[in-house]
């Protein structure tokens, strides 16, 4: 298990935009290099939904729901992983969680998102 610190997120009109970031710092960068990585959303009364995947070797997948809006991205160097939600949407309000290797791996702390209409 990794610590994982999420920071970022809060409170935004609809169409507006917001960063959230997932910071390993106690992770060996070469470790880091090879972790696959998530951005997960729970909203209120629903199942937890898989939001973007960032594969081992760079390859990313979308939600249909957030598709051309969200972007999952990394920086290795500095040991952090993003989730750039642009046009964010009432139905995108949910508690959102960053993920190393599954389910079974390590996961942030949460973060809110609250998208006024």
């Known amino acids: 298990q990794v610590e994982l610190v999420q920071s970022g997120g809060g409170l935004v009109q609809a169409g507006g935009s917001l960063k959230l970031s997932c910071l390993a710092s106690r992770m060996i960068t070469s470790t880091f290099w090879g972790q696959a990585m998530a951005w997960y959303r729970q909203a209120p009364g629903k199942e937890r939904e898989l939001v973007a995947t960032l594969s081992t070797e760079g390859r990313t997948n979308y939600a249909d729901s957030v598709k051309g809006r969200f972007t999952i991205s990394k920086n290795n160097s500095r040991k952090t992983l993003y989730l750039q939600m642009n046009n964010l949407q009432p139905e995108d309000t949910a508690i959102y969680y960053c993920?190393?290797?599954?389910?079974?791996?390590?996961w942030g702390q949460g973060t809110q998102v609250t998208v006024s209409s």
């Open positions: 993920n190393f290797n599954g389910e079974l791996g390590s």
